[in-house]
């Protein structure tokens, strides 16, 4: 494909226990999926700020030990922009999880992840994530519900 533009996005997936902890996209892009916490990048702040800032905004934890463990690029064919995704998580964290007007959080159990109401690619890379591995992919998209061809490596 042909990328004319890179959008830095941010995307966190915070554990505790067996258990994670997944919102439901309410608006925008991805809306009616199960997504980890994240949003765009702004400038002036660093990527683990944005990570920080958009776990915050969207169910109102805070964690100061977000360790970065996945890189994910995406794109959709005849989009010339890439998502270039900075996956983050912790399994350390302050507050409760609180419906916002973007998400609403609830908590899964590792082994009952709602996989059919996720990006496809979740279900490639997720499981690495609760294994402890750190990994890099790309996927290419043809609209939202299809894969044309991915590329998922551990590190
Ligand atoms: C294609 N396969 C994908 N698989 C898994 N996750 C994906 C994804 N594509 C995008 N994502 C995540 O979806 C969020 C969008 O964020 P998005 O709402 O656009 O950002 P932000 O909150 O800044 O938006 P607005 O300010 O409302 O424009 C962000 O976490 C991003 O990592």
Redo the contacts with the bound molecule.
Sequence with gaps: MSTTSRKV???VIIRKGSDILLGMKKR???AGKW??????VEPGETILEGAKR?LQEECHLTSDSLKEVGLLE?EFKNDPVL?E?HVFTSNQFQGEPKETE?MNPQWFSMDNIPYQQM?L??KYWLPLLIQGEQFKGY?L?EGHERILNYDLTTL
């Design positions: 996005l941010t995307l925008g892009f991805g997504n980890g916490f994240g949003g765009k958009e995406f998502l995704t973007e990006w690619d979740d996927f998209f």
